[in-house]
């Protein structure tokens, strides 16, 4: 399954959880997050938005839209989706993330953020 965003985007890349940020809190299911992290550890668990066993990959999830931002020589990440994927890598103890990444331009991303946007890149800059 494929979003509108990364549905044409074929390359898989891996990213480090901790540099990827996620500005939105999540509302999360947390027997989906459990299902997730036995999914991730070889045993294929059903939950209430997956419940067909045969459309699951022992220890693989989805991978998760990520945007990348280029400011200064440095690339930024963001994410707005995924928050169950998230929790379920974080709690299964995986430091890397599953992702289809693609490019946005900060102001692509201030779409998102609006006026807040300017904190994520200050601060990284020190």
Do not use: W
Not at 26 to 41: A, F, R
Not at 64 to 85: L, P, Q, T, W
Not at 88 to 104: D, L, S
């Amino acid at each position: 399954m494929s979003s509108i965003q990364s549905g044409n985007i074929a390359k898989i890349s891996y990213l480090p959880l901790s540099e990827i940020k996620r500005p939105i809190p999540p509302v999360l299911d947390y027997s989906k997050i459990d299902s997730m992290v036995s999914t991730l550890k070889g045993i294929p668990a059903v939950s209430a938005t997956c419940s067909n066993i045969e459309d699951i990959t022992a220890g693989e999830l989805p991978p998760i839209d990520v945007m990348m931002v280029r400011e200064n020589g440095k690339s930024y990440y963001f994410a707005f989706g995924g928050c169950h994927r998230f929790q379920a890598y974080e709690k299964a103890g995986n430091p890397m993330v599953k992702c289809k990444i693609f490019p946005a331009t900060k102001k692509q991303l201030k779409i998102y953020l609006g006026s807040s946007i300017d904190q994520y890149f200050q601060q990284n800059e020190n």
